[in-house]
């Protein structure tokens, strides 16, 4: 059985690993390779590695730094393919989906090969009187990243890409569960021409990750992950004096006014909350039918569910894959049985599926829950699977009060054909992205990623220009240079009051 090893200073290592965990094929069940558990030591050595870097690194200029993004743009675009299937192998999700996630992921790397342009600064001539003014934005340093599970190529690349155009350098704690497009990645960038240990990927669990947030030798840690992790990484690491950004969870709802193409509404929720089997931070998992839209959505939504295909990634066939891993298998099929218990109705179900010839592997069928009330615990957990839950709204207002009563802010939409109700709408909820007619409002490259309140610890969202300025600081400088020629004129004397222009 193969072993995936960390990969620190510009190639793989064992490093002072001695545990190690099973990566699964979910849509068997059966072991396919282990991973190595990162010791402290682990961390301590890609921190040193990163930190030998980063001097040369943070002076290479920019015309060299962004030949390096172009070329790895180049390497990931020719080899999607490959880390699709690795992707597919090792998460559960169909290959299309799988592609989906390395292009967007590759939409970020173009965006930071146009790093000439977003790091420049600022001049002021003539400020004061023979005094100029300007600024400009360095690196910070060696800084880290800690990804999910359920996006392992393209999360990664909303963080490392920018950071190593802005000159930092990088290590990264992928998850456990899928780490082998981690290591696929470092190659194409020592492929590209980046500099040993530019870019270092340490595996594990929660030992390697307190590691990372101790380290006095880390500037920066960006997180995605569970709220409940998110609020963890964010205290510990803010409190070691760390520049953090944590994206936590989310209940996404998606509000379905009665003046909506029904139809068109029912495909889109379907595909949303049913792709990568729910795996998503941006899935809706809960409907919000507003008025006489009811009746006709909730069975617009079944015969959708219904005819979703399941089987394993790799079958052309497939729509849906299974989940990651048996644990998730339970959980949800828990939570499903809780609503049903609670007095929802379950009119399209998911538990006990067995797909033939892969009667072992993590499968949950797309699942509807309607008349869904706010107290379940179907939904107030984030379900992470192919869940829909149908509430309930007599109008728009109701609607916006119900998403902004739930803890979560991370996204959310409506479909309408009504201008005024989607401006009542995107104006009234506490939510840090809205779709109109969008199921899935995932900002492009060039803006920026993230919620509102239990989806978001720190200040900065992810990627475009708020991942610039997580990555950077700034620089003011203010100069003046004398003169000594006679035609020049006397130096205006020195005052102890406090400088003013002039």
């Known amino acids: 059985m193969s072993t995936i090893a960390h990969w620190i200073g510009g190639g793989y290592t064992a490093g002072a690993a001695t545990r190690r965990a099973p990566v699964h094929q979910p849509a068997t069940g059966a072991v396919q390779h282990e991973v190595l558990l990162g010791e402290p030591d682990d961390v301590d050595a890609a921190v040193t590695a990163a930190t030998a870097a980063f001097e040369a690194w943070r002076e290479e200029s920019l015309s060299r730094r962004t030949k390096i993004l172009f070329a790895f743009r180049e ?6 393919g490959q880390l699709a299937e690795i992707v597919s192998d090792e998460h559960g999700k169909v290959l299309s989906d799988a592609a989906g996630e390395v292009q967007r992921g590759l939409e970020v790397i173009e965006y ?85 240990g530019v870019f270092n990927v340490v595996h594990g669990d929660r030992v390697a990750v307190d590691a990372i947030l101790r380290h006095p030798g880390i500037a920066a840690v960006s997180f995605v992950g569970s ?45 949303s909350a049913f792709g990568s089997a729910g795996q998503r931070c941006m899935a809706v998992s809960a409907a919000v039918a507003v008025g006489s839209a009811a009746g006709e959505l909730a069975g617009l939504v079944g015969r959708k569910a219904g005819e979703v295909v399941v089987g394993p990634g790799r079958d052309p066939a497939s729509e849906m894959g299974p989940v990651i891993t048996a644990a998730a298998k339970e959980r949800i099929e828990n939570l499903i049985e809780s609503g049903e218990r609670q007095g929802a109705s379950v009119t399209v179900d998911g538990r006990g599926l067995k797909i033939p010839g892969y009667e072992n592997g ?25 869940v829909l839950s149908i509430l309930r709204a007599p109008d728009v207002d109701a609607a916006i009060e119900l998403i902004n009563s739930n803890p979560y802010g991370n996204g959310t939409a409506i479909f309408t054909n009504s201008g005024a109700a989607a401006r009542r709408f995107q104006r009234g909820v506490h939510v840090g992205m809205i779709g109109i007619n969008v199921p899935i409002p995932v900002p492009m490259a060039y803006h920026s990623f993230g919620g509102w309140r239990d989806s978001l610890f720190g200040q900065s969202h992810i990627y475009g220009p708020e991942g610039v300025a997580f990555y950077t600081r700034a620089k003011v400088v203010t100069q003046r240079w004398p003169f000594d020629e006679p035609s020049a004129g006397p130096q205006a004397r020195a005052s102890l009051h406090f400088p003013t222009a002039r």
């Open 112 to 196: 930071a090969c146009g790093i000439p342009e977003l790091l420049k600064g600022s001049y002021s001539d003539q400020a004061s009187a023979g005094v100029d003014v300007f600024g400009f934005r360095e690196p910070l340093g060696v800084v880290a990243g800690i990804t999910p599970f359920n996006f392992p190529a393209m999360v990664p690349m909303w963080m490392h890409p920018i950071a190593i155009a802005c000159g930092n350098t990088f290590v990264l704690k992928p998850s456990e569960r899928d780490p082998s497009a981690s290591g696929f990645v470092a190659e194409l960038w020592r492929e590209a021409g980046l500099p040993d």
């Open 362 to 386: 993590f499968f949950v069928g797309p699942t509807v829950l309607d008349h869904v009330g706010t107290g379940m615990d179907v939904y107030r957990e984030e379900v992470f699977g192919p």
């Open 227 to 271: 709220t409940r992790v998110a609020r963890y990484i964010h205290r510990e690491a803010s409190a070691a004096g760390k520049r953090v950004q944590a994206l936590g969870g989310a209940k996404n709802h998606a509000v379905v006014l009665p003046d909506a193409d029904l139809a068109f509404a029912a495909d889109q929720l379907a595909a």
């Open 75 to 80: 390497l990931v675009s020719a080899r999607a």
